[in-house]
């Protein structure tokens, strides 16, 4: 049942995050030194781990692996089909991978200047926005330097003789494309993380393995962001960790309209009221750590660390 329930893939994420909280209990008990109350924490672990267990782990295991039973492979994290228009103009559906793109924009970049919408589908791409450079056009349109190579151009009224193989490293779907980038080869130098996309996305930016960029010349506004500061939400189950959520982490990469006002309404802290099956359906924090950043079978890196280490 239980395995049913939370998908093969959460378990040793609840029993890492219950070891976890065990190292930081200890702790904390050191201080207190009472080895009743150690019991009685440990039973109230138990039962915050059984509450989990029934009333998210269907739906966390559900959400995360959407219609498909299986968990998305590290290259196929993140990975959003779009065919609003392709499959009935006799064109492969687009494939488009966040990994490789997210190595080099800013989330803001794209989901705020450009104004691709957070749902897969969700944008309406017409092939005559992409050629007259919105879009995936604002990028790709065969002279934006990338390395000091042209970045291939998007989609174009006319078919010119040749244009297929340049039609198809998007209209991919189904296709055998050869890529410029192979994924395995691009995650091996990065720091790994168990979920997702098997990449610890955060520390490679920390380490300047990645540079994701902010700004973009005519589109972007360049106006240096207020930096908000880091808080603490707690989940409202004893013994359950705090979630230490950086604002400031955040906003770096998605500045502020991603979230505001449309998933946080609230301006005040303590407005919006989330619970953890709403996030396991894309609400909240789910609209992103459900899809793109890392999914919520990593409770760990959430439910993490008791208040007073937050800098
Ligand atoms: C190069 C542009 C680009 C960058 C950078 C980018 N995205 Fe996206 N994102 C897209 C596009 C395009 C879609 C699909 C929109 C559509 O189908 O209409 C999308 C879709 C999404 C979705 C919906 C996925 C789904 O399955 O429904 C989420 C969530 C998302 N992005 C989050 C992020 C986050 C978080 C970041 C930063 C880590 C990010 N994106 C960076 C272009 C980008
Ligand atoms: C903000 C700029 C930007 C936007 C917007 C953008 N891309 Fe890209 N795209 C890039 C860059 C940069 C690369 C890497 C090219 C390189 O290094 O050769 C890339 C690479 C690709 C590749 C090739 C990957 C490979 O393995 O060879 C595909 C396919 C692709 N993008 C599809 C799309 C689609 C589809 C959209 C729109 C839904 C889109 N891109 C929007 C910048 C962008
Ligand atoms: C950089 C990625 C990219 C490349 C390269 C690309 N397209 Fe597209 N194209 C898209 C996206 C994204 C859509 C929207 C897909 C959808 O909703 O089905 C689209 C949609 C279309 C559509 C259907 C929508 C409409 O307005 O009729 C046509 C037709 C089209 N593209 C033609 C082409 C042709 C022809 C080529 C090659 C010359 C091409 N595309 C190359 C990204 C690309
Ligand atoms: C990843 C999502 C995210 C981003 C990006 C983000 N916020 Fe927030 N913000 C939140 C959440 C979550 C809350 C808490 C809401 C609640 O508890 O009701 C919040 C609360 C706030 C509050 C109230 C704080 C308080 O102490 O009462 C303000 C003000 C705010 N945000 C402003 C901003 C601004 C300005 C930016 C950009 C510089 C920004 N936020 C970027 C998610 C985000
Ligand atoms: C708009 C998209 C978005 C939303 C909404 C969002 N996140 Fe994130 N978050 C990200 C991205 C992108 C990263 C970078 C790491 C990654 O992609 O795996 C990240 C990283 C994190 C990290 C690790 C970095 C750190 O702060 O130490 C934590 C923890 C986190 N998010 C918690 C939350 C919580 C809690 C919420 C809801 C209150 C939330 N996030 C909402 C996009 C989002
Ligand atoms: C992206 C961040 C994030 C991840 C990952 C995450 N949680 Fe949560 N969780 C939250 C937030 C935010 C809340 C608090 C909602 C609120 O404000 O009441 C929460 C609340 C909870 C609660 C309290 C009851 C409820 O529904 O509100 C439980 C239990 C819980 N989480 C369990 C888990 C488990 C188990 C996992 C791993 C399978 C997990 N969480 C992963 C962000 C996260």
Redesign the pocket.
């Known amino acids: 049942m239980l395995f049913r329930c939370m998908g093969l893939a959460a378990i040793p994420a609840a029993a890492e995050w219950l070891k976890a909280t065990e190292r930081t209990k200890t702790k904390t008990k050191k201080k207190a030194g009472s080895l009743g109350r150690r019991f009685s924490m440990n039973k109230k672990l138990f039962t915050a781990l059984v509450v989990i267990l029934i009333f998210c782990g269907q739906s966390i295991s559900q959400a995360q692996s959407g219609t498909k039973k299986r968990r998305p492979l590290p290259y196929e994290y993140g990975r959003v089909v779009i065919d609003n228009y392709s499959d009935k103009t006799q064109l492969a559906p687009v494939v488009f991978e966040h990994w490789i793109h997210r190595s080099k924009f800013t989330?803001r970049v794209c989901h705020v200047d450009i104004g691709f919408a957070m749902k897969a589908g969700g944008t309406d791409i017409k092939a005559a926005d992409n050629a007259r450079g919105f879009y995936c056009g604002t990028c790709h349109n065969g002279k934006m330097l990338v390395d000091g190579k042209a970045l291939f151009a998007a989609c174009s009224n006319k078919m010119a003789p040749g244009d297929a193989k340049r039609c198809e490293r998007c209209h991919s779907l189904g296709k055998k494309v050869a890529s410029d980038y192979d994924f395995f080869r691009f995650a091996k130098p990065l720091p790994k993380e168990s979920y997702?996309n098997g990449i610890d996305?955060?520390k490679s930016e920390e380490l300047g393995l990645i540079n994701p960029v902010a700004h973009l010349e005519g589109v972007t506004p360049r106006n240096p962001l207020a930096l908000q500061k880091d808080f603490a939400?707690n989940p409202k189950v004893e013994g359950m960790p705090d979630?230490?959520?950086?604002h400031r982490?955040?906003t770096v990469?998605?500045g502020c309209e991603?979230?505001h006002p449309e998933?946080f309404t609230g301006v005040k802290k303590g407005t919006s009221h989330y619970t953890m099956v709403d996030i396991s359906q894309g609400k909240?924090?789910g609209?992103?750590?459900t899809s793109?950043?890392?999914p919520l079978t990593d409770c760990q890196?959430?439910h993490?660390k008791p208040v007073m280490e937050m800098k």
């Open positions: 989330c997702g996305w955060e939400l979630i230490i959520f950086s982490k955040h990469w998605n991603l979230c998933i909240s924090c609209a992103c750590h793109v950043a890392f890196r959430c993490s």
